[in-house]
């Protein structure tokens, strides 16, 4: 894990590092006023300084007692299956269902099938996150959501 971590970290700081050098040949702008060129080039810099972090953490790191497995491990890649398929069919049915009862199907999907939580934990989870972010974006920060089929 430690040497996955360097070379990710790595990686990481170089990508962050592209971004930054291609953010400074655009106007970046101020905070009251930005420019095209300031949310990447903070966006890279955070990341940078996270690429940093990781990148010392994993030299403090001592080996560790277990291993993650990331292939094969009971079951995993059928639910990163499913999950992304799900993620896909909601891209598609989003505007035909609208936000509400499209996303309290994901949400349902994710938390009960995925997820494997309690049913009571599923339907409070899915209802209460499909309000809040409804709210959220509807109200406080007046995005125009799709309405769907029924027009909720």
Not at 37 to 48: R, S
Not at 117 to 144: D, M, N, P, Y
């Amino acid at each position: 894990m430690k040497r996955i971590d360097r070379i990710g970290s790595i990686v990481s700081l170089l990508l962050a590092g592209l971004v930054i050098w291609q953010a400074v040949t655009i106007p970046m702008g101020s905070v009251n006023q930005p420019g095209p060129g300031f949310l990447p080039f903070w966006v890279a810099v955070i990341l940078a300084l996270l690429s940093a972090f990781l990148w010392l953490e994993a030299g403090l790191r001592q080996a560790p007692s277990e291993a993650v497995q990331f292939s094969g491990g009971e079951g995993r890649w059928p639910s990163l299956v499913w999950t992304a398929a799900s993620l896909l069919a909601y891209g598609f049915l989003l505007e035909f269902l609208g936000f509400i009862i499209c996303t309290l199907l994901l949400l349902f999907f994710l938390f009960g099938f995925i997820g494997k939580q309690k049913w009571w934990v599923v339907f409070s989870g899915s209802i209460l996150t499909t309000l809040i972010s409804h709210a959220v974006f509807r109200l406080a920060l007046k995005v125009q959501l799709p309405a769907g089929l029924f027009k909720i």
